[in-house]
């Protein structure tokens, strides 16, 4: 069992940055693969970026690329989100998850291979 919970969300204006936390506590966090979703209202959860194990391959959505930079740090049981340059279709509550083993690109981008979510975090970008 893993137990993820994110932090740094907030009201931010449109070019403005955030970075979020999500803290993971229980299984060894460095055997799993970590990702970052985000869901607006009435819109489905989608993927915004993820990381492998050891934080050498990362992926993006396309609409973040360039944007938004994933990292994790092992140590201290944490990914990261920087997120710069928002825009307000980046409003949305965004959720941190965990999946356990190694991710090809392809299924580092899925809703159903993260066993483990967190509880979300509000992003709201004002124009």
């Known amino acids: 069992q893993v137990q993820l919970g994110e932090s740094g969300g907030g009201l931010v204006q449109a070019g403005g940055s955030l970075r979020l936390s999500c803290a993971a506590s229980?299984?060894?966090?460095?055997?799993?693969?970590m990702g970052w979703f985000r869901q607006a209202p009435g819109k489905e959860r989608e993927f915004v970026a993820g990381?492998?194990?050891?934080?050498?391959?990362?992926n993006y959505a396309d609409s973040v690329k360039g944007r938004f930079t994933i990292s994790r740090d092992n140590a201290k049981n944490t990914v990261y989100l920087q997120m710069n340059s928002l825009k307000p279709d980046d409003t949305a509550v965004y959720y941190c998850a965990a999946g356990l083993g190694w991710f090809s690109s392809a299924t580092m981008r899925m809703v159903r291979e993260y066993a483990y979510w967190g509880p979300g975090t509000q992003v709201t970008v004002s124009s």
């Open positions: 229980g299984r060894t966090f460095s055997n799993y693969a």
């Open positions: 990381i492998n194990w050891s934080g050498g391959s990362t």
